[in-house]
C-alpha cells in the first residue's frame, strides 16, 4: 500500500499571504490528523478529521483551518501567514488507534 | 489529559553500544503507547505500538519496549546501535479516538 502523502514538499510564502497544504491518507484510512512540528514548541496537534467532521481540535488560532473530503484526502489551509508559522506539517493518516505519518511539507514564511 | 515527558533532550552513544530511551506518561487509564522515529526532514516512523497484553513488545529494526504499569513507563530498547540509528524519537499515548499526545522527543547521536 503507499503511504500517506503530503503536498508540495516545500513552500515559501510572504506575510500576511495564505496557503493550502494537502494530505492523502493510505487506502482505507478514514481519519486524517494535522500537526505542526517546530524546533521550540515541537509537535503540536492542529486537528483530526474522521468521515468529513472535525472530532479533535488543538489549540491554534482561528487562522488554521482544515477539511476532509468525502475520498478521506485532507486540506488544511492557514491564512494571513506570520513569521511564526514557519514549521514542518505534518500529516498522519489512522486506522486503529495508530497514526501513520506523511514525509511532511516545510513552509517557511518570510 | 494525557501527558508524556522524555526526560533526556540528547542522548550519545558508541556504535555497538545498547541504547535505552526513556518515556514516562500520565494517564488515568490504560493508554495506548507508541514510538516513532524521525530522521532530518523527513516524516515520523512508527517503531512500535503497545495497546494490551504482553507488556514487552517488539518493533521494527531491532527495538523492543517494555511497559511498566507501576511506573508509569514506556522505554525504548535496543541491545546494539547502528550508525543509522542517528535521529529524534519520540514517544506518545493515546486517549483513544485518535487523541494523541507526543513527548519533546530524544535527539540520539551515534559515534564510530
Known amino acids: 500500500k503507499a503511504g500517506v502523502t503530503q503536498t508540495p514538499r516545500y513552500l515559501i510564502k510572504t506575510r500576511g499571504q495564505q496557503v493550502t497544504l494537502s494530505c492523502s491518507p493510505i487506502?482505507?484510512?478514514?481519519?486524517v490528523s494535522w500537526y505542526q512540528q517546530t524546533p521550540g514548541q515541537g509537535l503540536q496537534f492542529l486537528f483530526e478529521y474522521f468521515s468529513e467532521t472535525q472530532r479533535n481540535k488543538g489549540n491554534f488560532p482561528g487562522r488554521f483551518s482544515g477539511r476532509q473530503f468525502s475520498n478521506s484526502r485532507s486540506e488544511m489551509n492557514v491564512s494571513t501567514l506570520e513569521l511564526g508559522d514557519s514549521a514542518l506539517y505534518l500529516c498522519?493518516?489512522?486506522?486503529?488507534?495508530?497514526?501513520?505519518f506523511g514525509p511532511g511539507t516545510r513552509l517557511l514564511v518570510l | 489529559a494525557q501527558s508524556v515527558t522524555q526526560p533526556d533532550i540528547h542522548i550519545t552513544v558508541s556504535e555497538g553500544a545498547s541504547l535505552e530511551l526513556r518515556c514516562n506518561y500520565s494517564y488515568g487509564a490504560t493508554p495506548y503507547l507508541f514510538w516513532y522515529v524521525q530522521s532530518p526532514g523527513q516524516g515520523l516512523q512508527l517503531l512500535l505500538k503497545?495497546?494490551?497484553?504482553?507488556?514487552l513488545v517488539q518493533g521494527i529494526k531491532g527495538f523492543e519496549a517494555e511497559f511498566k504499569r507501576s511506573q508509569s513507563s514506556f522505554n525504548l530498547r535496543k541491545p546494539s546501535v547502528h550508525w543509522s540509528d542517528a535521529a529524534e524519537y519520540f514517544c506518545a499515548v493515546g486517549a483513544g479516538n485518535n487523541d494523541m499526545r507526543f513527548g519533546a522527543g530524544t535527539r540520539l547521536t551515534v559515534k564510530p
Open positions: 503497545y495497546f494490551s497484553g504482553d507488556t
Open positions: 498522519a493518516s489512522s486506522i486503529s488507534e495508530t497514526q501513520y
Open positions: 487506502s482505507g484510512h478514514r481519519s
